[in-house]
């Protein structure tokens, strides 16, 4: 503690001596109760070059002798406390060794009862601690005090009566001229005698706390400081320092009332929280200490020193975490119950900083999180239950009491419903694709996709053969691949959609083998055809297609009629027939017929036509069951055979052709992957 300089106006007694000089016994008696007899002389005060005195500073009877120094002196460690005197020093206390002196004796050299040692430790100490905190009047009649009970208690003499020390005080002056003021040193005198009986060390500091069962941090706890007298008497009107840890809104220091007690409230903010109270306490002896660096020719200098005695106490109160609890509930604001929990959310409980404190699943109920200390959290989504939307979006919630519930409420809009259509049915070489009807809220941006497995006797979707381009949707609606693939084998194929949001979420995703995502894939169904072979002008021609293989639903055959030519020539059809539906294998004629005006080499071309149009295989142009020769002439002219007018021959002869005739297999258009 640093000390801190007195007013001008001092203190220090002083008498007309009447002796030039003073035995060695009596100077160092006299320096040791604090007491020097010089003429009245002006004083002031001054600080040693190194701040280690506080006194003050009188001139000497001798000049050559020097100048006397008395107050209060600080270690040059800064801690330990004392009171100097001096006899005619040359130059203030400030040496940093001193010689060991002894316990305190009276002038006389006669020991000191162990009570006096105990009552003047007292005594010098509370003066010290006036002259050191204080500033103003009080410090001058403290210091007047001390010295004043200093002279007389190691004095067995009444050479210097009480009445008469005092008088010294007031006969001096200081350095403006101004008298010094003493009126309250008796006063003084008594109250830190009387306090010497009661207050002296050692003291003992004690800190309890009270309310502490059930203790959670964040409440407040009522601290009580107590200072107990060695006499077993409170210690009142003390400042005590207050240090502590786990502790808020601590005072830094208090002050005991009149029974010695002081209390204060702090709030706990840690699980274990400690408190402090301390202060400087009165020393218990005193000694004397000589310093060993003299000025040449002065008379010996010396100082009477009391411990830094220090007093303090503590205690350690424990408390629970402060906790509360979130129960998570997650709910759809567009459901016919807004406020019905949907079950199978995951569920992240984050504290402040982002770390991941608790996992929780919900359920058809609010699910509790317990034992939360108290804070600031939020509560992010991390997988939505199916068919919902997940939300990412931190939801914060504080708990700022100790067993506060807090509702935290996770919102989720449902989901879009995806259903599919993929091509049933398909013959290879032709593309085949799939198609989502998306209907609900989709959310913007969204992302559909398509992938396909296969071909396989059972669905197995592990490697796609197949992914679709991207197709990006923020509404509901049929959504087509605008891509395609082309099998190439025949078998089963297996497609699987998925609808994503644009961060990624999976919004929906269908079943490998699902209703209406199977796609069976056959080979080109073999073809042959058996035309009219001959004819006369005028009657109509036909041809037939026989169809083997598996067929699909919607497939058609159409013929085409080139001619009259010699040679095989199939650019320009004079005639295209109707289609004919061809729902499975067999034999399908034609359903129309053409009526030739000429007579010549016809030939006819067929074409398998898969349900979307496509033409899947044809015949080829010249094929010999494929032409019709159509014959001119009168039909009277030609015998009634029952052939169509021909004569017995000509049918014969039409009989053993047709006998004769082969079936040609068409063949398929070529196909292409894609």
Same mark, same amino acid.
């Given at each position: 503690m640093?000390a801190?300089?007195?007013?001008?106006?001092t203190?220090?007694?002083?008498r007309?001596?009447?002796?030039a000089?003073?035995?060695a016994?009596?100077a160092?008696?006299?320096?040791?109760a604090?007491l #020097?007899?010089l003429p009245?002389?002006?004083a002031w005060?001054?600080?040693g070059?190194?701040?280690?005195?506080?006194?003050?500073?009188?001139?000497?009877?001798d000049?050559e002798?020097g %100048? %006397?120094w008395?107050?209060?002196y600080?270690?040059?460690d800064?801690e330990? $406390?004392?009171w100097?005197?001096s006899?005619?020093?040359?130059?203030?206390?400030?040496?940093?060794?001193?010689?060991d002196?002894?316990?305190?004796?009276?002038?006389n050299?006669?020991? $000191?009862?162990?009570?006096k040692?105990?009552e003047?430790?007292?005594?010098?100490?509370?003066g010290s601690d006036?002259?050191?905190n204080?500033e103003g009047k009080i410090v001058d009649?403290?210091?007047?005090a001390?010295a004043?009970?200093?002279?007389?208690?190691?004095t067995?003499?009444d050479?210097?009566p009480?009445?008469?020390v005092?008088?010294?005080f007031?006969n001096n002056?200081? @350095?403006e001229?101004?008298?010094?003021?003493t009126?309250?040193?008796p006063?003084?005198i008594e109250?830190?005698?009387t306090?010497?009986?009661?207050l002296y060390?050692p003291?003992?500091t004690?800190v309890?706390?009270?309310?502490t069962?059930?203790?959670? #941090?964040?409440?407040?706890?009522?601290?009580?400081?107590e200072i107990?007298?060695?006499?077993?008497?409170p210690?009142?009107d003390r400042?005590? &320092?207050?240090?502590t840890?786990g502790l808020?809104?601590?005072?830094?220091?208090v002050? !005991?009332?009149a029974s010695?007690?002081a209390?204060?409230?702090?709030?706990?903010?840690?699980? /274990?929280?400690?408190v402090?109270?301390?202060?400087l306490a009165?020393a218990?002896?005193v000694d004397m200490?000589?310093?060993t660096s003299?000025h040449?020719?002065?008379?010996p200098q010396n100082?009477?020193?009391?411990?830094?005695?220090?007093t303090?106490?503590?205690?350690?109160?424990?408390?629970?975490?402060a906790t509360?609890t979130? &129960?998570?509930v997650?709910?759809?604001?567009e459901?016919? +119950?807004?406020?019905e929990p949907?079950a199978?959310?995951?569920?992240?409980?984050r504290?402040?900083?982002?770390?991941?404190?608790e996992t929780v699943t919900?359920?058809?109920?609010p699910?509790?999180v317990?034992d939360l @200390?108290?804070g600031?959290y939020?509560a992010v989504?991390v997988d939505a239950?199916d068919g919902?939307?997940?939300?990412?979006t931190?939801?914060?919630?504080s708990l700022?009491e100790?067993?506060?519930?807090?509702?935290?409420?996770?919102?989720?809009?449902?989901?879009?419903?995806?259903t599919?259509?993929?091509?049933?049915?398909?013959y290879?070489?032709?593309?085949?694709?799939? !198609?989502?009807?998306?209907t609900?809220?989709v959310?913007?941006?969204s992302v559909?996709?398509f992938?396909?497995?296969?071909p396989? +006797?059972?669905?197995?979707?592990e490697?796609?053969?197949?992914?679709?381009?991207?197709?990006t949707?923020?509404e509901?609606g049929?959504?087509?691949m605008s +891509?395609?693939y082309t099998?190439?084998e025949?078998?089963t194929?297996?497609?699987?959609e998925?609808l994503?949001s644009a961060?990624?979420?999976v919004l929906?995703r269908?079943?490998?083998?699902?209703d209406g995502?199977v796609t069976d894939?056959?080979?080109v169904?073999d073809?042959?055809?058996?035309a009219?072979?001959d004819?006369?002008?005028g009657?109509p021609?036909?041809? !037939?297609a026989?169809v083997?293989?598996?067929?699909?639903?919607? /497939?058609?055959?159409?013929f085409?009629?080139y001619?009259p030519?010699? &040679?095989?020539t199939?650019e320009?059809?004079?005639?295209?027939s109707e289609?004919?539906?061809v729902p499975?294998a067999g034999?399908?004629?034609m359903?129309d017929?053409?009526?030739?005006?000429?007579a010549?080499t016809y030939?006819w071309?067929?074409?398998?036509?898969?349900p979307d149009g496509t033409v899947?295989?044809?015949?080829d142009?010249g +094929?010999? %069951?494929e032409?019709?020769t159509v014959h001119p002439?009168d /039909?009277?002219?030609? @015998?009634d055979t029952?052939?169509?007018?021909?004569g017995m021959?000509?049918a014969?002869?039409?009989?053993?052709?047709a006998?004769?005739?082969?079936?040609?297999?068409?063949?398929a258009?070529?196909r292409?992957?894609?």
């Amino acid at each position: 503690m640093k000390a801190r300089k007195s007013p001008a106006s001092t203190w220090v007694r002083a008498r007309a001596a009447g002796k030039a000089g003073l035995t060695a016994a009596a100077a160092t008696a006299l320096a040791g109760a604090g007491l #020097v007899a010089l003429p009245s002389l002006p004083a002031w005060a001054e600080d040693g070059p190194n701040g280690e005195v506080e006194g003050y500073h009188w001139p000497g009877a001798d000049p050559e002798r020097g %100048n %006397n120094w008395e107050g209060t002196y600080r270690y040059p460690d800064g801690e330990t $406390m004392g009171w100097c005197a001096s006899w005619l020093a040359w130059q203030p206390i400030y040496a940093d060794d001193y010689v060991d002196g002894g316990e305190l004796t009276y002038r006389n050299g006669d020991p $000191m009862e162990p009570e006096k040692l105990r009552e003047l430790a007292y005594i010098i100490s509370a003066g010290s601690d006036v002259v050191l905190n204080e500033e103003g009047k009080i410090v001058d009649d403290y210091s007047a005090a001390v010295a004043v009970i200093m002279h007389n208690d190691t004095t067995e003499d009444d050479q210097y009566p009480e009445d008469v020390v005092i008088n010294f005080f007031e006969n001096n002056t200081d @350095p403006e001229g101004n008298g010094q003021v003493t009126e309250d040193v008796p006063e003084i005198i008594e109250k830190l005698r009387t306090d010497a009986q009661t207050l002296y060390g050692p003291w003992e500091t004690t800190v309890t706390a009270d309310g502490t069962d059930d203790l959670v #941090v964040g409440d407040e706890v009522e601290f009580t400081v107590e200072i107990i007298a060695g006499s077993g008497e409170p210690v009142p009107d003390r400042d005590v &320092e207050i240090d502590t840890t786990g502790l808020a809104d601590a005072p830094a220091q208090v002050t !005991t009332d009149a029974s010695g007690i002081a209390t204060f409230t702090a709030t706990v903010t840690d699980e /274990t929280a400690e408190v402090t109270a301390s202060r400087l306490a009165p020393a218990e002896t005193v000694d004397m200490q000589v310093p060993t660096s003299q000025h040449e020719g002065s008379w010996p200098q010396n100082m009477v020193k009391v411990d830094d005695n220090r007093t303090s106490g503590s205690t350690t109160v424990e408390a629970q975490q402060a906790t509360g609890t979130a &129960e998570v509930v997650k709910v759809d604001p567009e459901a016919d +119950d807004p406020e019905e929990p949907i079950a199978g959310a995951t569920v992240e409980i984050r504290d402040a900083e982002d770390e991941v404190v608790e996992t929780v699943t919900t359920e058809d109920e609010p699910v509790a999180v317990n034992d939360l @200390p108290l804070g600031d959290y939020t509560a992010v989504e991390v997988d939505a239950p199916d068919g919902y939307i997940q939300d990412q979006t931190p939801v914060p919630f504080s708990l700022t009491e100790a067993g506060q519930t807090e509702r935290v409420v996770v919102e989720n809009l449902k989901g879009p419903d995806v259903t599919t259509q993929a091509t049933a049915e398909q013959y290879v070489g032709l593309p085949i694709h799939d !198609t989502a009807d998306v209907t609900g809220h989709v959310p913007d941006d969204s992302v559909l996709t398509f992938e396909l497995y296969g071909p396989s +006797d059972e669905p197995a979707c592990e490697d796609p053969i197949f992914s679709s381009e991207e197709i990006t949707l923020s509404e509901s609606g049929e959504y087509q691949m605008s +891509d395609h693939y082309t099998p190439t084998e025949p078998g089963t194929y297996y497609w699987i959609e998925e609808l994503t949001s644009a961060d990624g979420q999976v919004l929906s995703r269908g079943e490998c083998g699902a209703d209406g995502e199977v796609t069976d894939v056959y080979d080109v169904p073999d073809v042959s055809t058996q035309a009219v072979p001959d004819q006369l002008v005028g009657e109509p021609i036909t041809d !037939t297609a026989i169809v083997s293989g598996d067929v699909i639903e919607g /497939t058609a055959v159409e013929f085409e009629l080139y001619g009259p030519s010699d &040679e095989p020539t199939c650019e320009d059809p004079i005639f295209t027939s109707e289609q004919v539906d061809v729902p499975e294998a067999g034999e399908y004629p034609m359903t129309d017929s053409y009526t030739p005006s000429e007579a010549g080499t016809y030939y006819w071309v067929e074409h398998l036509i898969a349900p979307d149009g496509t033409v899947i295989a044809s015949g080829d142009c010249g +094929d010999e %069951n494929e032409i019709t020769t159509v014959h001119p002439g009168d /039909t009277d002219e030609l @015998p009634d055979t029952g052939a169509g007018g021909l004569g017995m021959a000509a049918a014969a002869g039409m009989l053993m052709l047709a006998a004769g005739a082969y079936t040609v297999r068409r063949t398929a258009l070529s196909r292409s992957t894609s």
